[in-house]
């Protein structure tokens, strides 16, 4: 069975402070891995897409990065505007008419100024 | 552009009522998902409709019936409420099924059974 697994699961940086974040995952056949970031009470927002190991991505203060086993997001000299849950998902099993999305469960983290 | 609208934003049911949370999109997307939040899990699939005309269960659809009423509208349906469905409720869309697309999503409808 496909698994998502996020760590750590609360993250709190003083601004400035670089960190990663992990999603390692379990699947056979992945098409694409995403990140989202979500913000209190509203729904999460695409980041990146990441779709064969050795794939990087960067945003801003934020590098996705991609292996066989695991993904991570580095965020560089955090602001605390960076501060949200950052949820990882994985695109891999079919589905009746279409692939499915397992989510992990999500790293909170907090940015201080 | 408004993207994914949901409704209504907060709900308090007692236990064995009904509702439905509506969702719309503007976007001209093919498929359309329902999801549910819950604290220390991920995003769990309820239904999806992968194009207009069609759709399938997730991994938790019990307790739950949708309708694609267009391509735009889908909306989720609780016909007799339980306390195990209090939860954040999210619907999202992305244009086509069966590609590696992102998905966009609605800002959720916090609800809870008493």
């Known amino acids: 069975e496909d698994q998502v697994t996020q760590s750590p699961e609360a993250l709190r940086l003083q601004e400035g402070e670089s960190s990663s974040l992990n999603c390692s995952y379990t699947?056979?056949?992945?098409?694409?891995l995403f990140w989202y970031r979500q913000d209190p009470g509203k729904g999460p927002e695409f980041l990146f897409t990441?779709?064969?190991a050795g794939e990087e991505k960067e945003k801003e203060r934020l590098k996705a990065t991609l292996t066989k086993k695991e993904s991570f997001l580095h965020i560089t000299a955090p602001k605390p505007e960076d501060s949200a849950t950052y949820l990882c998902a994985v695109q891999a099993v079919p589905l009746p008419n279409d692939y499915k999305l397992s989510f992990g469960a999500g790293t909170t983290v907090t940015v201080r100024a | 552009n408004a993207g994914v609208t949901q409704t209504p934003k907060f709900q308090v049911l007692k236990t064995g009522q009904s509702m439905t949370l509506q969702c719309a999109q503007d976007?001209?997307?093919?498929?359309m998902y329902w999801y549910r939040q819950d604290p220390g899990m991920g995003l769990r699939l309820i239904y999806y409709?992968?194009?207009?005309?069609?759709?399938d269960k997730g991994e938790v659809p019990n307790g739950y019936n949708v309708s694609r009423l267009n391509k735009r509208e889908f909306s989720l349906r609780l016909e007799s409420a339980a306390p195990s469905q209090t939860s954040v409720y999210f619907c999202?869309?992305?244009?086509?099924?069966?590609?590696?697309?992102?998905?966009?999503f609605g800002s959720g409808t916090q609800l809870s059974v008493l």
């Open positions: 699947v056979s056949g992945l098409r694409g």
């Open positions: 409709s992968a194009s207009e005309g069609t759709t």
């Open positions: 999202a869309s992305r244009g086509t099924a069966r590609v590696v697309e992102k998905l966009f």
């Open positions: 990441l779709y064969s």
């Open positions: 976007m001209n997307h093919n498929s």
